[in-house]
């Protein structure tokens, strides 16, 4: 069966330096993979995205993820991280046989202090 | 704007009692889905659907049920509600047929079974 591993639960990282949340996940197939942001009380809101082409996709905020199919990783990062940064990152993935669902990993809180 | 929407917000029940949680999308997508949020899981699957008529058990199905009579609306209802089904629960609907495509959610439905 498909998962998602996100290893760290809780990251803590200074404002200004650089973030990386990593994401590994287990398919049979060529994955589509998705980072979303949970802010507190919020709904989900999609970061990036990876289908096909480009192994670094940029995203919103100033993220960025890399596909690395070797290693089964998808890790998100941005180089400078802000204040408004902090909150939970989930990593999902999905593939098209198995339809339109997506799994999604347990999430990293992200703290940032200043 | 297109959007989704889930109603109540919050909510307290007791166990035993049939609860009816509600998603409304103006997104004119043909797929929904119901995840509910627990610290340390993630976003696990309830109940999803492809279309009217259609629906489909998720991963953690058992004690819930769906419904779909049109486009917009994937109600999700607690026949009899346990004190495990305390969580936040969230409808997400997507576009692409044929493969995984983006997911657009709601904010959340508090659920407090006392």
């Known amino acids: 069966a498909q998962s998602v591993t996100q290893p760290d639960i809780h990251i803590t990282v200074s404002e200004g330096a650089s973030l990386e949340l990593r994401c590994n996940y287990s398919?049979?197939?060529?994955?589509?993979l998705f980072w979303y942001v949970q802010s507190p009380g919020q709904g989900l809101q999609l970061l990036l995205k990876?289908?096909?082409?480009?192994?670094l996709v940029q995203g919103i905020k100033g993220f960025e993820a890399e596909f690395k199919r070797s290693q089964s990783s998808f890790n998100l990062r941005k180089p400078s991280v802000h204040w408004s940064d902090a909150a939970e990152y989930f990593c999902a993935v999905g593939a098209m046989e198995y339809g339109n669902k997506l799994v999604f990993g347990a999430g990293t809180i992200l703290r940032v202090k200043s | 704007d297109a959007e989704i929407t889930q109603s109540p917000r919050h909510k307290i029940t007791e166990t035993g009692r049939q609860v009816t949680l509600a998603c409304h999308q103006t997104?004119?997508?043909?797929?929904m889905f119901w995840y509910r949020q627990d610290l340390g899981h993630g976003l696990r699957l309830i109940h999803y659907s492809y279309g009217v008529q259609d629906t489909n058990k998720g991963e953690v199905s058992d004690g819930y049920s769906v419904s779909r009579s049109n486009t917009e609306d994937l109600p999700l209802t607690l026949e009899s509600a346990a004190s495990s089904q305390t969580s936040v629960y969230f409808c997400?609907?997507?576009?692409?047929?044929?493969?995984?495509?983006?997911?657009?959610f709601g904010e959340g439905s508090r659920l407090t079974v006392l």
């Open positions: 398919y049979g197939a060529t994955p589509y």
């Open positions: 997104w004119n997508h043909n797929n």
């Open positions: 990876y289908f096909s082409g480009d192994t």
């Open positions: 997400a609907s997507s576009a692409r047929t044929g493969g995984t495509g983006e997911l657009f």
